[in-house]
Every structure is written in C-alpha cells, then in structure tokens.
C-alpha cells in the first residue's frame, strides 16, 4: 500500500492480497473507480520477485499511453512496448506493453518464450471479452495463458461476472472476484437541442415548464411531437 501516494480502497486491497496469495483476480468496477492500481499492484509484486509483467490493452493508443506512464513510474530501462507496428526494448524490460492481439499471437508461437519468467499478465479493458467481434481473442488468452502465470483481469462492470470467474477457475486456476458498485466519477445526464443544455433528469427546471425536456420526457408521446 505505500507504493501509491493516497490511502487504497478496499477492493484494491482485495486485489493486492490475491495477487500476494498467488491467485488470479479479476477486478469489475465502474469507469474511474481505481483499477489501474490492481494493474500496478501486479507490476509491483512481479518486479519485487525479479519476474517480468505483460501488461496489455484492446487499442494501440491505450498501450502507447500506457507505455508512457509507466516509464514515468518505473524507469525507462525497464519498460518496453510491443503493438503491431512498434517494438521498443521488447527484450529486456521487466514490464512489457503489449496489445492483447499480439499476446494472443505470441501464446500460439511454439518459438517464442514470451511466458518465460512472467509473474503475472494483465489484461485491461477485459470487458472486451463480451465484444462479438473481438471477444474470442480474450477467451483465448485467458485459455493458452500457463496456469503458472497469475491473470489479472480488469474489467468495467459486467452481468455475468459471477459465470467468468467460475470459468477462469475451470480453465486456469484459482481466481478471486473483486466487484465495486461506487461510482466516484458521478454520471450527469443532459438533452441538447438548438435552444442550448438541459439537464435531463432536473425535477425544477420540468416544473418551470421547459416545454422541451416536458415532451422528452412525457410517456405516450411520439417522435413527431418530441420535434
């Protein structure tokens, strides 16, 4: 807990203490709640026991980001990144950067050692896994991950949560699952139109008789009358 700058909460916590047990974690909480932090907590614990973590994300962008960040946090020379068109100290680092396509990959490649010596794989964003396109990518790794390797999954918050733990368990291994339902970037909901903003859900401004948001609002009214 004293690698952060801020007391952690509760589910983070939770998170470090699977991860100290040598169990996989999958981690469901809204947008903005902290997450990252079991992430970190991971790269902390495997740089602690002189192993290498993979870190990977759904979009180049993120990982580029994430690239960035964690050079800030852990040093250069022990960061790399490794997407399908750049390769920066994809060898040597300790904390590898990847996106979760070509972590699939390298788990099919019989030439590759790209597990070797990895204490843990994160995989952010693993809502993904529900994309009907993409999904099966997530599936796979999780499935062609060693179970030697402790995972730790990410995720925005999920219906079926409950049903992927009991997965990874049958696939992979022990796994914990951490849920938060506290939303600490609250969400704020507003119509707009060529008159200006209105906040959606305001009880007062619907009583003054803004005729506009009463029509949105109102059941039984058609899209002709909404205008």
Same mark, same amino acid.
């Given at each position: 807990? /004293?690698?952060? +700058?801020?007391?952690?909460?509760?589910?983070?916590l !939770?998170? #470090?203490?699977?991860?100290?047990g040598?169990? %996989? @974690?999958?981690?469901?909480?809204?947008?903005?709640?902290?997450?990252?932090?079991?992430?970190?907590?991971?790269?902390y614990?495997?740089?602690a026991?002189?192993?290498?973590?993979?870190y990977?994300?759904?979009?180049?962008?993120?990982?580029?980001?994430?690239?960035?960040?964690?050079? /800030?946090q852990? +040093?250069?020379?022990?960061?790399?990144?490794?997407? !399908?068109? #750049?390769?920066?100290?994809r060898d040597?680092? %300790? @904390?590898?950067v990847?996106?979760?396509?070509?972590?699939?990959?390298m788990?099919?490649?019989?030439?590759?050692?790209?597990?070797?010596?990895?204490?843990?794989?994160?995989?952010?964003?693993?809502?993904?896994?529900?994309?009907?396109?993409?999904?099966?990518?997530?599936?796979?790794?999780?499935?062609?991950?060693?179970p030697?390797?402790?995972?730790?999954a990410?995720?925005?918050?999920?219906?079926?949560?409950?049903?992927?733990?009991?997965?990874?368990?049958?696939?992979?291994?022990?796994?914990?699952?951490?849920?938060?339902?506290?939303?600490?970037?609250?969400?704020?909901?507003?119509?707009?139109?060529?008159?200006g903003?209105?906040?959606?859900?305001?009880?007062?401004?619907?009583?003054?008789?803004?005729?506009?948001?009463?029509?949105?609002?109102?059941?039984?009214v058609?899209?002709?009358?909404?205008?």
């Amino acid at each position: 807990a /004293q690698s952060w +700058g801020f007391p952690i909460d509760r589910f983070q916590l !939770g998170a #470090v203490e699977a991860l100290v047990g040598r169990r %996989s @974690v999958i981690v469901s909480a809204p947008t903005g709640s902290g997450k990252t932090v079991c992430g970190e907590a991971a790269v902390y614990a495997g740089l602690a026991l002189g192993k290498r973590v993979l870190y990977t994300t759904p979009l180049k962008a993120l990982s580029n980001q994430k690239f960035y960040d964690f050079k /800030q946090q852990f +040093g250069e020379e022990r960061v790399g990144l490794l997407t !399908g068109d #750049v390769s920066v100290n994809r060898d040597k680092a %300790s @904390v590898l950067v990847l996106t979760t396509e070509v972590y699939r990959n390298m788990l099919y490649d019989k030439d590759s050692d790209a597990v070797r010596d990895v204490h843990s794989v994160i995989l952010d964003e693993f809502h993904y896994m529900n994309d009907r396109e993409r999904g099966t990518v997530w599936e796979e790794c999780v499935i062609q991950s060693p179970p030697s390797v402790l995972l730790v999954a990410l995720s925005a918050t999920m219906r079926n949560v409950k049903d992927i733990k009991a997965w990874f368990e049958h696939v992979h291994g022990p796994t914990d699952l951490i849920t938060s339902d506290f939303r600490p970037v609250p969400l704020r909901f507003k119509y707009v139109d060529r008159a200006g903003v209105v906040d959606l859900f305001d009880p007062l401004k619907n009583k003054r008789g803004d005729a506009r948001l009463n029509r949105l609002l109102l059941p039984g009214v058609g899209p002709e009358e909404r205008g």
